[in-house]
Structures are given as C-alpha cells and as structure tokens.
C-alpha cells in the first residue's frame, strides 16, 4: 500500500463564531490539498471553539447544517475531521467529530468520556457518546477518539483490539485546566507516546492554540508512527504539521511487539464481571 500523508490543523478559533470558522477550515484544508495531504484533522469542537459554558441553543448543529456542509463539501480527493456540538434526538448534544471524505460523511464520532473536574464541566451540557467505530479509509481502520477518551486507557485498548490501524485524536487541552500542579503538555506527552507504541497505533494529535478566556491552550499537536517515534510536531501558535506513514507498519509494530495479540479481553471481562457485582460503582 501506499504511504497516507497525514497533517494536523492546528487552529486558534474564533469562540463562539461558526462562520468565521468555517473560513479558517477552508483555508486550511486548501493549505493541505496543495501539499498533497491524505487525512487531516481540526481540533475537538473546532467549529465553534472549546467554550467552559457553551450555549448549545445557538452553536449546536444538526449533520445536514449549511456550515457542515460547506465543510464537507470541500473534503474532494482528501479526509477531513473536524469537531462541532451536535444538536441530536430529545435536545441532546453531544461533543462530535465527523470524518468527511469525498463530499461525505464516513464516520461520526460522540466523545465517551466527559470530563467533570477542575475548569471542565462537560457533563453540564453535553451527552456522552455510547459506542466506537471504525472506518475503512485508503485500506486502512481509522478510529476517532475526542480528548479525554483516551484518559480511559481501556477505551484506547478496545479500539486497538477492535482493529485500529491509525487513531484520529483531536483535543482541546489547556495548560490550566486542572490545577498548576500538573504539567498537561509533559502528560500528553508521555500517554500520546505509549499508546502509540504500545498498540502499534499512529496517531494524529491536534490541539488548540491562543488564550481565550481562563483557558491556556498549548498547542503542541503532533503526528507520531506506530513504533512510538515521533515525525512532526507544533509550537505553540497557528501551524499546519504533516508527516508520512506506512500503512503497514501497524502490523508490522503489532508483531514485534504484541502487546494487542496479547491481550486476553476475556479475563478482563471476568475479573470486570466480579468488580460490578461486589461494588456499585459510578
């Protein structure tokens, strides 16, 4: 198979401003296109801007919203994902990313895990997405996870174990959202790369960048290969990163270390079994 040239949009967005927007995605996805760019992925909730207290009344959108499609419509010859609060079902709304390729939506995915701690309160306002997909992209299984997904070290396991082959990972990271005590860009540093080498699994990070607000977004998106190194990375302001990877070198990782063939889901499922029924756990 041939190499897949992916890239990473790293995005200072205009908060709260879709239209706007949707301007800074077409020119960079024109920007990706006149670099021959397969995949490129924006940063979680890139069409609105991560906001503390969204007002998801008047920035959440349904798939078939003009604005959605403008993007869509402009993802000829390349795959795009991008971010956006979803108006669904009954009022819900939901953290989502879609992956758009040739003028259509291929997969969808709703953020699992919402944080609820520190500057983050997610659970105020959206619904936590219920499942993990896989899509069939230039031969290769392409997994989403939003942000804190990936804070659930079993849900990057499961996607691994479902068959990933390159993981889309968008997020909007902030040095302060937790405390000073943390160090947030060495943390993401140390699970970007494990999760990588440990799964055999490439990944695209793309972060924010810019303050708006009481949140510090450090930028720092990166694109790393299935044996944990890594080929690009962003500073701290507006930057379009790119890199090439092998489409084989995920199985060729999982073999050399198999840490994925390894896995025994069953005793996990035992021994998870015997956990929920000794404890009530929420």
């Known amino acids: 198979m041939n190499a897949i040239k992916l890239a990473s949009a790293q995005i200072a967005c205009h908060a709260g401003d879709i239209d706007k927007n949707v301007e800074k995605h077409l020119e960079f996805i024109n920007r990706a296109r006149s670099e021959g760019i397969d995949v490129l992925v924006f940063p979680e909730l890139s069409l609105t801007d991560y906001l503390s207290s969204p007002d998801t009344s008047s920035l959440s959108r349904t798939i078939s919203d003009p604005a959605i499609d403008a993007i ?54 959206y619904t936590a997405g219920d499942s993990l997909g896989l899509v069939d992209l230039k031969s290769t299984q392409v997994a989403t996870l939003i942000c804190a997904d990936s804070r659930n070290p079993a849900i990057t396991w499961l996607s691994a174990l479902n068959g990933a082959e390159l993981l889309l990972h968008p997020i909007a990271s902030a040095k302060s959202a937790v405390g000073p005590n943390f160090d947030i860009p060495a943390n993401w540093e140390i699970n970007l790369r494990y999760m990588a080498m440990n799964y055999g699994l490439p990944i695209v990070m793309t972060n924010h960048c810019g303050h708006r607000g009481s949140l510090d977004f450090w930028g720092g998106s990166r694109i790393i290969n299935a044996f944990g190194a890594e080929l690009a990375r962003a500073g701290e302001s507006e930057e379009l990163i790119f890199a090439e990877i092998d489409p084989n070198d995920s199985r060729k990782a999982r073999h050399l270390l198999p840490t994925v063939r390894y896995s025994d889901p069953q005793f996990i499922a035992t021994e998870l079994d015997r956990f929920l029924q000794h404890h009530h756990y929420r």
């Open 72 to 125: 869509v419509n402009a993802t000829v010859g390349m795959a795009v994902s991008f971010g956006f609060i979803e108006a669904a079902e009954n009022g819900r709304c939901y953290i989502s990313q879609a992956l758009a390729n040739d003028g259509m939506i291929l997969n969808m995915h709703r953020k699992i895990n919402l944080p609820s701690y520190g500057k983050l309160v997610e659970n105020r306002y």
